[in-house]
Every structure is written in structure tokens, then in C-alpha cells.
């Protein structure tokens, strides 16, 4: 679908967020969070950054093609998250927790936030709710509410599983760049950092898998 495809009311506004989120400078991620937050980003957002884009590549202006790309990979890896389901949006976080480094302090923390978000499977936990003394008989008995967030651990399971099998196909079809040209290395460097996403990916698999209360 091109701009002029969408109403003309649309395309202003959307241009006049784009321009505002150029113009925001160091408040930028604040101004996407907000725009975010009010539905206001969308694929017409993105087609206005890539048309401006498309004329900064023309005209060969670095620094804009430069602020335009983060900015167009930073709206899209919004969009992204806002639409992701429970366990993506589970996983991202959990991602994002590791500060490149403590692996083990990474892996005890994930833990934690697991055990924090999946509910308890255990049977004595399903039958009798949190603050019911089993003792004397006291305290809240009422069925837990339904919540369409609650995010289970087979289901974390079965969807990281599921995304591990689709990477791990596509990484299969990819050649490793050879040679030494900016290019190549720049393609090499990359791949390094996608298997190391996977590993990290495999890691909390495992650890969801095998997590206890």
C-alpha cells in the first residue's frame, strides 16, 4: 500500500508525528512510548519514515539516513512488542535483563521473574488459594479470577520452542560470509550475534523447562 492509498487526514497526522518524534531529540524514547501507549503508531507511521529515508539516501545526507534508520527500527521493534503475545513479550524482558556480562546473576534473575510470572502448578497450590490457612479452616476459598494475561509455563514452553525450531531453520539456509571486505565482516559479526541470541534464547528454555517452585 502506498501514502496516497491511505485518506489524506491519516498521512498528515502520521507526518506530523514523525516530525515531532525528529524534532523530540533526547526525550525520543519518552515520545514513542506516549504515541505508543495512544495507538498511535502504525504501519502509515512507518511509511512516512521510509519515504523520508528513501529522499536522505538520494540526497546523500548520512546523519539523516543515520537518525532515520534508529528511528524507523525503534518504531518498528514498538509495533513489534505491542503486538507480541504474552510469552514474546516474556521473553524480550527476560533478553533485555542481561547486561553482557554476569551470566550466572542473569540466569538467577530470569529465575526469579520466571517463578514471579508463571502461576504455581503444583496441586496443593490449584486447589487451596494464597491466604487460606488449611489448619483452621480460615480465610479466602473462592475459585482464583479469570485473567486473560496469565501467561502459563507450558505455553512460554511451547511458544520459545516454537521460534528456536523457525531461527535455527533459517539459520541452516544462511552461508557464512567469507572474506575480509567491510562487508563480509560486518555479515560475519552479525551472525555472531544471532547465535549468541539463540544460546541465550536455548538457556531460558531450559531453565523454564526445568524451574521449580
Not at 539523516?64 to 518504531?75: F, H, N, Q, T
Not at 482464583?144 to 539459520?171: H, N, Y
Not at 550475534?193 to 526445568?210: C, G, H, T, Y
Request: proline share 5%; hydrophobic share 40%; charged share 40%.
Amino acid at each position: 500500500m502506498r501514502l496516497k492509498e491511505y485518506p489524506e487526514e491519516e498521512v498528515k497526522k502520521a507526518r506530523r508525528l514523525v516530525s515531532s518524534l525528529i524534532r523530540s531529540a533526547e526525550e525520543v524514547e519518552e515520545k514513542i512510548e506516549e504515541a505508543a501507549e495512544k495507538g498511535e503508531l502504525s504501519e502509515l507511521v512507518l511509511m512516512v519514515i521510509w519515504n523520508r529515508l528513501d529522499l536522505a539516501r538520494r540526497d546523500d545526507e548520512k546523519d539523516a539516513v543515520r537518525s532515520l534508520d534508529l528511528l524507523y527500527r525503534r518504531i518498528e521493534t514498538e509495533i513489534l512488542k505491542r503486538e507480541a503475545t504474552p510469552a514474546m513479550r516474556l521473553l524480550n524482558d527476560l533478553l533485555n535483563m542481561h547486561d553482557g556480562f554476569d551470566d550466572e546473576g542473569w540466569l538467577k534473575e530470569c529465575r526469579k521473574h520466571m517463578v514471579n510470572t508463571f502461576p504455581r502448578e503444583d496441586p496443593f497450590s490449584i486447589l487451596v488459594p494464597a491466604g487460606f490457612d488449611i489448619d483452621k479452616h480460615q480465610g479466602p476459598l473462592r475459585p482464583p479470577p479469570e485473567a486473560d494475561d496469565i501467561l502459563l509455563r507450558v505455553d512460554f514452553v511451547r511458544e520459545v520452542d516454537a521460534l528456536l525450531q523457525e531461527v535455527r531453520s533459517e539459520q541452516s539456509e544462511v552461508q557464512n560470509a567469507q572474506g575480509f571486505d567491510p562487508d563480509s565482516v560486518a555479515r560475519r559479526l552479525k551472525q555472531q550475534e544471532k547465535q549468541l541470541a539463540i544460546r541465550q534464547v536455548e538457556v531460558l528454555l531450559d531453565l523454564a523447562i526445568s524451574l521449580k517452585w
